[in-house]
């Protein structure tokens, strides 16, 4: 029987190097981006945290 460890840890490692390379890719490609898809991310980041109506989202779990 073939030993499938190594390949389920080579896929684990490819899944955290898109995390880590995305960010990256994003900086580096900010000043050629229109306006309105270079804030996107941080558009989508005040929508999760304060909700879509600026009431509740995930910073209603804080208190």
Known sequence: MPDKSHT???RG???CLLFTVLPVVWLVAAPVLPERV???PFWMS??????ADGQGGISSLFG
């Open 13 to 15: 490692l490819v899944c």
């Open 38 to 40: 270079l804030w996107f």
């Open 46 to 51: 005040a929508a999760i945290w304060n909700g």
């Open 8 to 10: 389920s840890g080579r």
